[in-house]
């Protein structure tokens, strides 16, 4: 059981949530003096980069705006310096004898990548998710199923570990059988779902197939999603609350290179806030230039990371690849951070002929235009999984409510053109009936690749 207390029901840490935002950054960028000291010596990853930095007593935003950025690239490539002393390689900052816990990222192809956590490091990370879930609507009156089926992956200990750190009871449910998935959320009268956008949807299905009735009447007051976009989008929003009868709908996100969870939804519903502030810091910046992007109501920026005092596996200007949309920079909650949502990942960005496309630019179009005529689940299918560029109309399958009505193809029409004339770009749609498209947790609704 946690011995936390909270100053205010409302926050998990009054001191860090209602803290000014400003005021915040400030603290951050001091606290980085400490933290980097020696990073050069404690891991080869930063060897040669940092060597002789010397580091102001006040650094300012600039002035860590001009160190380099870390990449995907460059962690994988410290991990293959792995050896037997270093199984994390050029990542590892502490002895192995001192690592009390390995995560692993959850991508089910090539080899995954392992981050490790100290004793230290463990805690910052219960703490900080504990606060995740709270902001989302947890408390220690709730029974929360968690879905996840990957124990080792950055939504699976990690995450149970700061559901139980809220004092609220874990019913961790991933793995079984839906079945046997749904037979115990019904039994411990779960009021917490934890999961996908798309495994919620799915989920709801697997409810009435099993116990005869509607997902909405198994009693889940709160849907928490993360894993991929799609809640965010009140059209999707909506028919999850629909469905299962839910009084709130709270995203949360994270990244197991940096912390899992820093990211969440408080109850006004406009964007999750940034709750890790004591063990990250994150800045906006502009994808193509690199330039710092002010945090202001309406500004887009990628989302880059620093880990403040990690020991086990530590990161300097990550970047996340996370495509941000800051909504707002007050909240009547009291929390100070600002508000986003992830509208997309450069990983996932498409080129049709000579025009970028997120996915989820071509979900949210449909979704805002057709509400009522799509299920919400879609999948865009690519020869290959590194495929990017499209020369013909990308082949986009969606699931119809009514995919056998006669009208369909003239909608499947309109659909198309509708696309076309709002982004510039081509699709080729594939009109699929209800619950044909089964993503599970990891797969993103709008790049998953299906092989034929």
Request: aromatic residues 6%; glycine residues 10%.
């Amino acid at each position: 059981m946690s011995t936390h207390v909270a100053a205010r029901e409302e926050m998990w840490d009054e001191a860090v949530d209602a803290a000014p935002w400003e005021g915040t950054r400030a603290r951050q960028r001091q606290a980085l003096g400490p933290w980097l000291t020696g990073l050069s010596q404690r891991t080869g990853l930063y060897a040669g980069r940092l060597r002789g930095l010397q580091v102001p007593a006040d650094p300012s935003e600039q002035w860590l705006a001009d160190l380099p950025f870390t990449t995907k690239a460059d962690l994988r490539h410290a991990q293959e310096q792995a050896s037997d002393d270093r199984p994390l390689g050029d990542l590892q900052g502490v002895r192995t004898e001192d690592l009390v816990q390995v995560i692993a990222s959850s991508g089910t192809t090539g080899t995954p990548m392992f981050f490790g956590l100290t004793g230290d490091d463990l805690a910052a990370w219960r703490n900080t998710i504990a606060n995740v879930y709270w902001t989302a609507g947890v408390r220690r009156s709730s029974t929360v199923a968690l879905t996840t089926g990957m124990t080792m992956v950055a939504g699976g200990l990690p995450y149970a570990d700061g559901i139980r750190e809220t004092g609220a009871t874990l019913a961790w449910v991933g793995g079984q059988t839906p079945g046997r998935m749904v037979t115990i959320v019904d039994a411990l009268k779960v009021d917490v779902l934890v999961g996908t956008a798309s495994f919620s949807t799915f989920f709801s299905r697997q409810v009435e197939a099993s116990l005869g009735r509607p997902a909405s009447e198994l009693g889940i007051q709160t849907i928490i999603g993360g894993g991929e976009p799609g809640l965010g989008t009140p059209e999707i929003r909506e028919r999850v609350r629909e469905t299962w009868g839910a009084q709130r709908i709270s995203e949360i996100m994270g990244i197991g290179d940096v912390l899992s969870g820093m990211w969440s939804e408080c109850a006004q519903g406009e964007g999750m806030h940034f709750v890790a502030a004591p063990h990250v810091l994150v800045e906006l910046i502009d994808p193509e230039t690199g330039a710092l992007v002010p945090w202001e109501p309406g500004a887009t920026g990628e989302a880059v990371y620093t880990t403040i005092g990690r020991q086990a596996s530590p990161v300097l200007r990550y970047r996340s690849r996370d495509h941000m949309l800051v909504t707002g920079v007050e909240c009547s909650c009291g929390r100070m951070s600002p508000t986003v949502r992830c509208v997309g990942r450069t990983d996932d960005m498409l080129i049709y002929k000579a025009m970028n496309v997120f996915p989820s630019a071509i979900r949210d179009v449909l979704l805002n235009r057709f509400p009522d005529r799509l299920t919400g689940s879609m999948r865009i299918r690519k020869e290959r999984t590194d495929q990017v560029r499209f020369d013909d109309p990308i082949p986009l399958e969606l699931e119809f409510a009514d995919a056998g009505a006669t009208h369909v193809a003239a909608l499947v029409a309109d659909m198309e053109e509708h696309i076309r004339q709002e982004l510039r770009v081509r699709v080729a749609i594939e009109a699929l009936t209800p619950g044909t498209i089964v993503l599970g947790n990891y797969k993103n609704t709008m790049t998953y690749v299906k092989n034929d």
